[in-house]
Each structure stands twice: as C-alpha cells, then as structure tokens.
DNA sequence: CGGGGGTTTGACGAACGTCAATCGGGGTGG
DNA sequence: CCACCCCGATTGACGTTCGTCAAACCCCCG
C-alpha cells in the first residue's frame, strides 16, 4: 500500500520540482497524494490541485498549536506528526487522536464552539492551508477528492470507536499492541517489519490512558518478550501473530469497504 | 427546556391524537419534536412530517438490537433509552454512547462496514425508522430539519471528546460525577433536581469503563456525602456545586453555538 | 564537555478489579 | 392476595494493575 517510510524524513524545500519519475513529481506532496490515493482514485486535475498548494506550506516545531481549539479549516500534514488533544486544567492531557504525515485536519472538526480539541504538532512538522482547493462536492457523482476525503474522515470515525474501546476496556499491554498495529497500518507498513513511529513516550502515554512510567514498563515487557521494540522513533514488530493475539482486538480497517 | 420526566413513561399508543395542548397534539413524537427545536426552530411543514412517522413506530424489549453492527438508517428513538456499543469476543462491553429519549440514531453512522457498532435498547424502546422522512439538504439555506439534525451529530462529536477524556483521564469519581452532568443537561433538566436515569449499574459501568463493582461503590460514595443519588431509575443532583466541581471538566454544551 | 529532554528503574501506595455471598424489590404464577 | 423467584444492587475480602515520587541514565546537540 502507501510506503511512507521515507516521506516522513523529506524536510528539504525546493527542488524535485519536475525531474521524472512520479514520485519526484509529486514533491512535498506526494505523502498527501499517496494516502488520499489510498482512499480514492483521484484526477489527474485533482491530483494537480493538490500540488499547487505546495507552495503555502508552513513549518513547525514540535509543540506547536497547529489549530487553536474550536478552530477549524482544511489542513494537510505534509511531513511529521500531530494529534488532537485537549489539556485539563490540572494539566492532565487526553489526545484524541494521531495524524500521522499526509494525513488531513481541521476537515472535520466543527467550528462552532462545539468540540473543544486543539491540533498540535508532536514533531517538526510541514503543513499547508488546503481551504482554497476546490473539492467538487455535492450532487450526483462526487469526485475522487470528494471521496477520499470522506474515506479518510470515516476511517477517522472508526479509529476513534477503537480507541474508546482501548480506554475503557483494554488492559496497558492490549492498549499499546493495539496502538502499534493500527499505526503499522496506518502508516502502511503492514507487511514490513519496521516503520517510523516518532512519539514520545509521554505522547504515547497521552494517547493510551496511561502514565509514562506505566507505559515504559509495558514497552520493556513488550521487548523482553520479543513481541514489539521502539527505539529511535523507529517501531519494529518482531512478532506480529503474538502481538496480534495481545492486542485482543483487531484494529479499524484501514480503507473503505464496498457499501452494502 | 426539555422536559422528558414523562415523556420516557409514555408507553400506551392511540389516544392523545388531536385532543388540545400543543403537548398533547404532537403525541408520542413530542419527545423528538421537542428535543430538535433545541436545536433548530423547524417550520409547521417539518414538524408535520415527523409527526407522519408515529405510526411506523415499533416496541423493543432492552436488550434488543435496534441497529445490528454496520449498519445504519435514520432512526429516532420515541421513549426509552438505548445506546451504541462494540463486545468484544471475551465478553468485555464499551458503551460509546447513551442514546436519550428523543434522540436520533443511525444517522452519522457509516454504513459501509467502517465502524463497528451496535445499536442497543438499554430499556424498553420505542423507536421508528425515518428513513421516509424528507430532509431539505444541500444547497443555499438549510432546513431547520437539516439544522437540528445536523446540531444532533455535532453535540455527540463533542461528546465522544469528552467520553474519551472520561475514559482516558478522569478517575472513576470524576467519571461518574462528569457523566451524571451531561445527562442532566441533555435530559433538559439543569434546574431540576431529579430527572429520569433508567441505566442499570452494570450499563453504567460499561459506559464509564468501570467494573459494577466499584461504580456501585463510587455511587455509595457520592451518596454519602450527600452529592449524588440514583435510585429507581431516578437521578437526584444534591449538590450541583460540589458535582460539578467533582466533575472536574465541565460537559460538553448542549447547544449549537452561533458560528464564528 | 556540559546541559537538557527523554528514557529507564526501584520502591511504595492508591485505585480499581475479581470472587463470592447477601440483600432487596418487583414481577409472576398459583 | 401471597409466596416464590430472579435480576440487579450491595457489601466484604483480597489481589492486581497502575500511578506517583524520586533518582539515575542515556543520547542528541550545541
């Protein structure tokens, strides 16, 4: 499916403006292009349209607020990692939800003061403001954009009912099996043994329901037991059945399926 | 606003069909005509056409399935309370949401196989399919049907964030306390003490992420400080003040707010 | 060669789950 | 009308999971 083992360390700007191959074609935007491909054919217009918001994209550091909360507008992450979160007074955090590069935000999320979620970037991140591509929406046949969007909000859904789940009903090791395998496929990296997975352990902790130390010791045990490694920002799944079988539950599926 | 107090008791059909009262003229679908104008005024013609479905109606005892896994289709639930829920294979249960008297359900749900739900009767229900019902999308101005509606989807958004705060990082005090707020606010009875809360414990517990074990026993707790109490199937807010500030975060509004 | 943020570990305690038994109330059938 | 019964609520005892505090440790960068 979609390799972002790579895209996740483009930070170059410039260049590979229009060599050859398509991959070079698509520039920075290749990330967003492969994972809304993922979802739906696009035009070649579209895909077009797509590109030439390249230009207006923007850097962050990590931490950054890419969306003030109860903000919304039509973002694409191009490289690096975000979440939605919301922080407590007290200062404990919840985070919602991972986007991981490529993926889309602010799509969703509605901006009348209604959902009180905030994106920030988890890493260095490159984004862009998509709320002047044209999506081709309404009537009898929507588009491949139109489409992919939707996919990738209702995929969006999905993962959210998992992650419910993992929080009220998982034990720390199913929660972190589960995370791990919804984000190997997410990322496209089902069939490799190795992807990129740059969240800190606090992050991670925040996503999960748990304590950092709490969540270190699961890792270590995880390791110990030749199931699951993070290191570097690298995850690597040295047993995928074993770690199948301790996440309980299979992750959300992570394309759309023919309606019924 | 709202009062359900009898609404979730009516249970007999015919009668009350054109008697007088403005109550009493929109019969059993009282509760959902009511609870949409909170969202949105709809005109006579609309009100009209929800009224039109009340013979389509139909009974299920608690525990029923009123939406098997997958699927979806425009529902409102007249009386009664159900909610949305996954199992998992070893028997473990996550409520995603409490679906209250007059609420709709199978609206946002995606159909083609995406998210994994199931719609359940907590209580005895009565529910009719709407699928018939004439919307007024798309377009310049929208419907106050489409409005309210659309209000309904955004408020269980919100929810969800606050579900998943719940479930990730409040304490079961706090979960409880958290809970029992929203749903006197969403029940309409914010300046009431008592409101109706028909959820067995073990419903509950599964909502909160709780064993009912030790939801009965925060229960006990909260009754002992003379807070909280929940008994019948009714719930008595003793000390709003001292709820809300066991609550810690303050429930998602039951309101659409004006744009910004 | 120092920071400094992230990771790792130990020790301890609090929160929560499980097992098991009892209680209570309302519905049902005699 | 009453006895029975069953489901849900309640309680005690106990064990586990998980959080907190505190102290190293490690690695990346400057």
Redesign the interface.
């Given at each position: 499916m979609v390799d972002l083992t790579s895209a996740i360390h483009v930070q170059r700007f410039g260049g590979s403006g229009s060599s050859g191959g398509a991959a070079a074609h698509d520039g920075v935007m290749g990330t967003v292009l492969r994972r809304l491909a993922g979802f739906a054919e696009l035009s070649a217009a579209e895909a077009d349209r797509v590109r030439e918001l390249a230009p207006a994209r923007r850097r962050a550091r990590a931490g950054a607020v890419l969306l003030a909360e109860?903000r919304a507008g039509r973002h694409f992450l191009l490289s690096g990692w975000a979440c939605r979160q919301?922080v407590?007074?007290?200062g404990?955090?919840?985070i919602?939800d991972v986007i991981a590069p490529g993926e889309g935000f602010g799509w969703g999320e509605?901006?009348?003061?209604?959902?009180?979620?905030t994106v920030a970037a988890l890493t260095p991140v490159e984004c862009v403001d998509a709320a002047a591509l044209i999506i081709g929406q309404?009537d009898a046949a929507p588009s491949g954009l139109a489409r992919a969007l939707r996919g990738m909000l209702?995929?969006q859904?999905?993962r959210?009912?998992d992650?419910?789940?993992r929080?009220?009903?998982l034990t720390a090791v199913e929660r972190v099996a589960h995370f791990v395998l919804e984000m190997q496929r997410r990322v496209g990296a089902v069939e490799a043994r190795c992807f990129p997975l740059p969240l800190t352990q606090e992050a991670m902790a925040d996503v999960?329901?748990l304590s950092v130390v709490h969540l270190n010791r699961v890792l270590r045990q995880l390791r110990d037991a030749d199931l699951f490694e993070l290191r570097r920002g690298t995850a690597a799944v040295l047993d995928p059945e074993a770690l199948a079988a301790a996440a309980?539950?299979a992750p959300?599926?992570g394309r759309?399926?023919?309606?019924?």
């Open positions: 109860g919301r407590l007074r007290d404990r955090r919840q919602f509605p901006a009348d003061g209604y959902a009180r979620q309404g209702l995929e859904d999905a959210r009912l992650h419910m789940i929080l009220g009903r999960l329901g309980v539950l959300a599926a759309m399926q023919p309606a019924r």
